[in-house]
């Protein structure tokens, strides 16, 4: 009877080890199976981003029992001060990889178009900045000297729509060129960021710098105003005022003629210079060409080489000037003798006294200077200033008619009656 207790007891048992068996059996292969069959694509998808966001931390990706009770032991050898510090830096690299690009840099008008050497360029960069910020930097990096920045420094303006614009201008110096990157560097909250635009190579015409050229290009050339005087038997002095509208007017220059700018001011934007040239009589239109760069043709100029009044140039009041100092003489002895002649009929000091001060302006008026002789080696200049240009040299003592001063220097006409300025030091006493 025993022993048949005994045999139940270890068929009893040897089934229940069985049916353990079996479940463990039965539970790894349903672990085995759903780790073999095919995951959802997004899913894994997911996965992928999320061990890429976080490539040194360990994402639970099961909730089972077996593994939450392994995430608690790992927490309780950790210690809790340990696994709190890790989901700081789980936060802190979540925040890292959220941190988006917050400065744009883009060109609003690249120079698709045909370029010509000499030309100035325009272009104009937009700038978005989608945070607080403080500074901009702006920087050109140069792969070679084909292309000069005009205006470098010059500063950002903010839009109605809180971007930011600006037009620097850049010539182009050689056939193949190179425009620069453009590279902005902008301090905000967060931190500096930095944004570029990429090189522009390109190749540019050069022209032909021959005839009537005159080495212009410009957006828009003018002649505001000119003057034809005599130079002498043979020639005229024509003077230009020229103004110049996205061009290189400083490099204004006529072949065959004695020639120069007298004076210039503005820049690339906008330019006025004083030119002036010597040329013969016979000419009897004065022209010459420049290249206009929207309309990419080479334009005329031109101006009568006929002699007329005064307008622009320095050399005014030539022959004038000798009859306005015999009518301030006469003048001056008409209220002399008045004076005196009331003294005499009225027999009153007071015209006596009204008659000195006219008679002190007639001295003074009498021993002005007419005629000079100049030194040797004396300058003779176009305009009353030191870097005017210099039209003769003397090489040996010259005899000439004084005409004016002013400010230290003589406006004299030489025999050939050609006109020019002096400097009072350069005149023999």
């Known amino acids: 009877m025993k022993f048949f207790l005994y045999a139940i007891l270890v068929l009893q048992l040897f089934a229940q080890e069985e049916f353990v068996f079996s479940a463990k ?11 073999e069959s095919p995951k959802d694509s997004a899913l894994e998808e997911d996965k992928i981003k999320r061990k890429n966001i976080l490539p040194e931390v360990m994402v639970e990706e099961s909730s089972s029992p077996l593994e939450f009770n392994i995430s608690q032991e790992n927490k309780k050898e950790k210690g809790q001060d340990a696994y709190e510090e890790e989901d700081l830096k789980l936060e802190e690299i979540k925040k890292q990889n959220l941190i988006t690009k917050n400065v744009y840099l883009d060109m609003i008008n690249p120079p698709y178009s045909i370029l010509y050497v000499h030309q100035i360029v325009p272009i104009t960069f937009k700038l978005l900045v989608l945070s607080q910020y403080s500074t901009i930097e702006t920087r050109f990096i140069l792969d070679n000297a084909s292309v000069e920045v005009l ?14 614009s600006n037009t620097f201008y850049f010539k182009i110096n050689q056939p193949n060129f190179t425009i620069p990157k453009v590279e902005v560097i902008v301090n905000t909250i967060e931190g500096e960021f930095q944004e570029n635009t990429d090189f522009i190579v390109g190749r540019a015409i050069k022209l032909e710098r021959k005839g009537r050229y005159s080495q212009v290009l410009a957006k828009d050339l003018k002649i505001l105003d000119s003057k034809i005087t005599n130079y002498d038997s043979q020639h005229n002095l024509a003077v230009f005022q020229l103004q110049s509208n996205l061009g290189n007017l400083f490099d204004f220059h006529l072949q065959s003629y004695q020639q120069g700018i007298e004076s210039k001011s503005g820049d690339y934007k906008e330019a ?35 002699p007329q009044d005064e307008r622009v140039s320095t050399q005014s009041d030539i022959r004038p000037k000798n009859n306005i100092q015999f009518y301030q003489v006469s003048f001056v002895v008409f209220l002399i003798l008045v004076s005196f002649g009331l003294y005499f009929y009225k027999r009153k000091w007071i015209f006596i006294l009204l008659g000195i001060l006219p008679l002190v302006l007639l001295f003074y008026l009498l021993s002005a200077r007419t005629s ?14 030191f870097n005017s240009t210099i039209i003769l040299i003397t090489k040996e003592p010259m005899k000439v008619e004084v005409l004016s001063d002013i400010r230290g220097y003589y406006k004299v006409i030489l025999e050939d009656e050609r006109i020019g300025w002096v400097e009072k030091n350069d005149v023999q006493d």
């Open 25 to 35: 059996n039965n539970t790894f292969n349903a672990l085995v199976a759903e780790a």
């Open 151 to 164: 205006n470098p420094k010059e500063t950002w303006t903010l839009n109605q729509d809180s971007s930011l």
């Open 272 to 306: 006025i210079a004083f030119y002036y040239a010597i040329v013969p009589k016979s000419l009897g239109i004065i022209s010459f060409e420049y290249f206009n760069t929207e309309k990419s043709q080479y334009i005329e100029l031109q101006v009568d080489n006929i």
């Open 372 to 385: 000079a002789v100049l030194k040797v080696n004396t300058p003779i200049r176009i305009q009353p200033t």
